[in-house]
């Protein structure tokens, strides 16, 4: 049977001599024999299970979860259960840093699309990213309803061009404009624009809406508040905010 010394079995592990120490001092491994002037030996089987021990770290389990594990009868439920403990919390951790990011690509697109747009305070950002994601939900409606019309106006041609009958794209024209008002109106209700300048939440005239330049996430308009006139930020309409 092979023994180790501390710096033997550290290096075989790779770990410091330190950890296995301290492994030690916590009861996690301890040595299977001393010599006569106090150094440390270990066995295979301690070899083992400092390499069990670094595996259960790796993943991320305490000290003292991997202690609870050693010492158990039952060592292959314990692990089970605390791994997936473990992967709920990755998941959490995982979860939270999705939103982080998302937060961070929300305010970039932001400076990016008005590259004066001031982020000061905390609730200039926050007033950013909340408006952003309620905007989505307008945006994917606005979609949907944006296919409806294609499908509506393709179907009505091809039928016209087949049949030679033009009645139906006469009404599925009628239909297209229906809808056509219908997401206008929903985008208008639903946005509202951030000026740069003083970042007043307004929203504009709806002829003024329509007939501005404007990017994917920004329109060329004239804040109400301060005069500002320039590229203002979209954002989510909140109750309350009224056209002006």
Not at 83 to 111: F, P
Not at 183 to 189: I, N, P, V
């Amino acid at each position: 049977m092979s023994q180790y010394t501390t710096g033997e079995l550290a290096k075989l592990c790779d770990v410091s001599v330190r950890t296995v120490q301290f492994y030690d001092t916590k009861s996690l491994l301890k040595p299977t024999a001393l010599t006569e002037g106090g150094r440390r030996l270990y066995s295979d089987a301690d070899l083992k299970k400092l390499r069990l021990i670094c595996l259960l770290k790796s993943l991320g389990l305490s000290l003292g979860s991997i202690e609870g594990i050693l010492g158990s009868k039952t060592p292959g439920k314990v692990l089970l259960l605390l791994l997936d403990e473990q992967l709920k919390q990755i998941d959490s951790e995982i979860g939270d840093r999705q939103k982080q990011r998302e937060a961070i690509v929300i305010i970039q697109e932001s400076i990016r699309n008005t590259e004066t747009i001031s982020v000061n305070s905390i609730s200039d950002i926050e007033q950013i990213m909340n408006g952003k994601k309620k905007l989505k939900k307008t945006h994917a409606a606005m979609l949907i309803i944006g296919i409806i019309m294609d499908i509506i106006q393709i179907y009505t041609v091809v039928l016209w061009i087949t049949t030679g009958i033009w009645l139906p794209f006469v009404i599925g024209m009628l239909v297209v404009i229906g809808l056509g008002c219908l997401m206008t109106g929903l985008y208008y209700r639903n946005t509202a624009f951030i000026c740069p300048e003083c970042n007043t939440k307004f929203r504009p005239k709806l002829r003024s809406l329509l007939s501005f330049r404007h990017t994917p996430k920004a329109r060329k308009l004239k804040c109400t508040q301060c005069g500002y006139e320039g590229y203002c930020v979209e954002t989510y309409a909140n109750e309350g905010t009224d056209a002006k």
